[in-house]
T-cell receptor, first 114, second 115 residues
Framework: ETGVTQTPRHLVMGMTNKKSLKCEQH?????MYWYKQSAKKPLELMFV???????ENNSVPSRFSPECPNSSHLFLHLHTLQPEDSALYLC?????????????FGQGTRLTVV | DQQVKQNSPSLSVQEGRISILNCDYT??????FLWYKKYPAEGPTFLIS?????DKNEDGRFTVFLNKSAKHLSLHIVPSQPGDSAVYFC??????????????FGQGTILTVHP
């Protein structure tokens, strides 16, 4: 149990579907992140939320839409995705400004776009 | 432009021997470095970290060394165990004011420890 929970663990969706990924952290952290891991690539940062405010968007296409209703929950809304968007999507949280700065990751959502 | 690089995609080691995983970085603003371990179908788990004001940090079988002048860090695992077989990611945190704790990751190194 890492304290960061992601649902669903696996998702298969068509290119015209709309789906959402959910992340919840139980660690009392003030920052949450979405990362994407494609095959043979480093983890790529997509979005950063600090105290519920989006502070970074790493040139992510608009077909990915994040939402952070509170400091414990983070969503990634997906619509009209492409097959190349198939990847492992990882949520993480950290305490920015605290003594410990490491990010804690969820188990990820394996997304397949068909 | 990849700011954190792990140039060895894979490493194979005999059980009981030392595993050395290497990582190079280019951004001199990085002030905190971390190693993560990842098993298949799981998220990365934090292993060990080091601040840029130190050159060594040890935790049990794991030791991280930082050479700031060379912009190089390494993770030593000794003795290596079969359960250490996983993908190891090096990550770095930017000291810049707007970074909000974000991490920049390397590509990962697959470590295989043979019994």
């Amino acid at each position: 149990e890492t304290g960061v929970t992601q649902t669903p663990r696996h998702l298969v969706m068509g290119m015209t579907n709309k789906k959402s990924l959910k992340c919840e952290q139980h660690l009392g952290h003030n920052a949450m992140y979405w990362y994407k891991q494609s095959a043979k690539k480093p983890l790529e940062l997509m979005f950063v939320y600090n105290f519920k405010e989006q502070t970074e968007n790493n040139s992510v296409p608009s077909r990915f839409s994040p939402e952070c209703p509170n400091s414990s929950h983070l969503f990634l809304h997906l619509h009209t995705l492409q097959p190349e968007d198939s990847a492992l999507y990882l949520c993480a949280s950290s305490q920015v400004g605290g003594r410990r700065t490491e990010a804690f990751f969820g188990q990820g959502t394996r997304l397949t776009v068909v | 432009d990849q700011q954190v690089k792990q140039n060895s995609p894979s490493l194979s080691v005999q059980e009981g021997r030392i595993s050395i995983l290497n990582c190079d970085y280019t951004n001199s603003m990085f002030d905190y470095f971390l190693w993560y371990k990842k098993y298949p179908a799981e998220g990365p788990t934090f292993l060990i970290s080091i601040s840029s004001i130190k050159d060594k940090n040890e935790d049990g079988r794991f030791t991280v060394f930082l050479n700031k002048s060379a912009k190089h860090l390494s993770l030593h695992i000794v003795p290596s165990q079969p359960g250490d077989s996983a993908v190891y990611f090096c990550a770095a945190k930017d000291a810049g004011g707007t970074s909000y704790g974000k991490l920049t990751f390397g590509q990962g190194t697959i470590l295989t420890v043979h019994p």
